[in-house]
């Protein structure tokens, strides 16, 4: 935050961004992931690192986990 209470995030969006409120619970960014933002590129990178696309729950499950932990814990 700045000294005049707007944030950086807001003073470098300012123009992409249509309203603001006054205490934000959330935040929703958009975009797109270079690596996986294409049509076979999550498969790709799934069998750079030799995990099977059936096993892709199992593997992104404890990942899941621990963001919603530090969610949790940073909230």
Do not use: N
């Not at 995030?9 to 205490?23: K, M």
């Not at 992931?33 to 999550?42: D, H, M, N, R, T």
């Not at 750079?48 to 404890?62: G, M, S, T, V, Y």
């Amino acid at each position: 935050m700045t000294s005049s209470g707007s944030c950086e995030f807001v003073d470098r969006y300012a123009a992409q961004i249509a309203g603001q409120l006054g205490c934000w619970d959330r935040l929703v960014l958009t975009g797109t992931l270079q690596e996986v933002g294409y049509s076979g590129a999550l498969e790709k990178r799934l069998q750079q690192d030799h995990i099977r696309c059936f096993d892709l729950k199992e593997f992104a499950q404890p990942l899941r986990q621990a963001m919603r932990d530090h969610a949790i814990k940073v909230a």
